[in-house]
């Protein structure tokens, strides 16, 4: 019995470096996301400042879209250990 529990813990304690793991790699791509969103409307507010404000509601509206695909990443990590 003593050999099935040792195989047991092992595999929880891998399984649970395995979703700290993919949760790491699950941020990678909304911090690539929001790199370019930000970078892409600095540089349109740059270009036509006028729309200054028009794209800042925008900026903000995908910021948000972008960061619930982080947060289901992080929820995801946590319901399925």
Known sequence: MALA???LA???AVSGNLATIGYGLAVIGPGIGL???IGKTIEGIARQP???GQLRTTMFIGIGFVE????LGLI???LFP
């Open 5 to 7: 529990e040792t195989i």
């Open 10 to 12: 092992a595999e929880n």
């Open 35 to 37: 790199g370019i969103l």
């Open 50 to 52: 006028e729309v200054a």
């Open 68 to 71: 619930v695909l982080g947060l």
């Open 76 to 78: 995801t990590g946590f």
